[in-house]
Nanobody, 126 residues
Framework: EVQLVESGGGSVQVGESLNLSCAVL????????MAWFRQTEGKEPEAVATIDRFGRTTYIDSVKGRFTISRNSAGNSLSLEMNSLMPEDTAMYLCAARLPFVSCGGDLDRGSFRYWGQGTQVTVSS
């Protein structure tokens, strides 16, 4: 069974940084489209960053230049480095994976990702 377990969330002040990790079992993160989503209460999760099996990354405009998605060569970990955090970054952050060898193309919605973690909360206070 594929498992994704996030860690690294917390409460920080505006301008500070956090580094989220997603430990992945029984799935090679180098073989598929991986994403970090964030979700606030009552809303659908929003994909903030993706990385495909070729290492190409995408970001939503609001996090470009501040967030960096990466993965390890061992294939068992995904990370999200978050700098210059702002209150609007407050959310539950979840990592997700599509089926192996599926691209990161198309709509980046909940239904297009097969595997999900439980999430880690990030709270940014001013």
């Amino acid at each position: 069974e594929v498992q994704l377990v996030e860690s690294g969330g917390g409460s920080v002040q505006v301008g500070e940084s956090l580094n989220l990790s997603c430990a992945v079992l029984k799935y090679d993160v180098n073989n598929g489209c991986m994403a970090w989503f964030r979700q606030t209460e009552g809303k659908e999760p929003e994909a903030v960053a993706t990385i495909d099996r070729f290492g190409r990354t995408t970001y939503i405009d609001s996090v470009k230049g501040r967030f960096t998605i990466s993965r390890n060569s061992a294939g068992n970990s995904l990370s999200l480095e978050m700098n210059s955090l702002m209150p609007e970054d407050t959310a539950m952050y979840l990592c997700a994976a599509r089926l192996p060898f599926v691209s990161c193309g198309g709509d980046l919605d909940r239904g297009s990702f097969r595997y999900w973690g439980q999430g880690t909360q990030v709270t940014v206070s001013s």
